[in-house]
């Protein structure tokens, strides 16, 4: 038997929380679109990037910047659900993310290439 690819965990996040099925109440979808990484979070997060690109990070430097980016995708997946239930349950809310929503996603997304 062929051995399947490694499933990484936002493969396995999208099968749980991005799954294509609203179901969210739209009040618990309004407040996971408030969800964001505080200012402190910002900075370090900005940080440890810097000094990655620089090629002077630690091992430990590096593992802390993965715990921040898997986060920041876990976040970005609920964020996705939270519009599709929003969009299904007719809100204008979730018809289209923000321009801060959408800045995020890409900050989020960029971080993990």
Do not use: C
Request: net charge positive; no cysteine.
């Amino acid at each position: 038997m062929p051995e399947s690819p490694p499933i990484s965990e936002a493969d396995i996040l999208d099968k749980v929380v991005a799954s294509g099925e609203p179901g969210l109440r739209p009040e618990v979808a309004r407040s996971i679109l408030d969800l964001h990484f505080s200012a402190d979070a910002d900075e370090r997060i900005r940080a440890l990037l810097k000094k990655k690109n620089a090629g002077k990070i630690t091992d430990a430097e590096s593992a802390e910047l993965d715990k921040y980016l898997r986060v920041g995708l876990f976040i970005y997946l609920l964020e996705a659900k939270a519009r599709l239930s929003l969009r299904s349950a007719g809100s204008a809310t979730g018809a289209m993310p923000t321009r801060r929503e959408r800045v995020r996603q890409q900050q989020v997304m960029s971080r993990l290439k």
